[in-house]
């Protein structure tokens, strides 16, 4: 989703989310996103089952592979599933793409850990 809101990318953050939040009643991990047609469902105790190289892989283009790049950039997508909301308990900051962005989320009263990381953002280290 950040991707295709790259030109808002200053007025966004990413939550940063405990991972007790797979003890979460109802809680599932999908390997992809989970509207994909080739998606699995996981209980959190699968989560070796994730294809952590791919989700975490800061590219997932593969010129002349388009079916790689399909799998990937799905794959890249990989979430966890929570029943009704996420209580403020379990978040523990968040991502912003510069200063810029950070002093508007704490200007908000944002009282958490926030890391600037362009890259996350589809940006160069350095630049925007």
């Known amino acids: 989703m950040l991707f ?10 990413v939550l940063r989310v405990s991972t007790q939040v797979l003890a979460m009643q109802g809680a599932v991990i999908s390997d992809q996103n989970a509207a994909s047609d080739y998606v699995r469902f996981l209980h ?4 070796r089952e994730l294809p952590f190289d791919d989700i975490f ?4 283009r593969h010129p002349g592979n388009p079916i790689a790049y399909w799998r990937h950039k799905s794959c890249k997508c990989a979430e966890v599933l929570v ?21 508007r989320l704490l200007d908000l009263g944002f009282n958490l850990p ?10 160069e280290r350095g630049g925007a």
Not at 44 to 47: M, T
Not at 114 to 123: A, G, K, T, Y
């Open 44 to 47: 959190p105790s699968q989560w």
């Open 114 to 123: 926030i890391s600037i990381d362009p890259v996350l953002f589809f940006r």
């Open 57 to 60: 892989a800061a590219d997932w």
């Open 4 to 13: 295709k809101r790259l030109n808002e990318a200053g007025s966004l953050c």
């Open 83 to 103: 029943p009704h909301r996420v209580e403020s308990q379990f978040l523990s900051g968040a991502y912003v793409i510069d200063t810029a962005a950070e002093r």
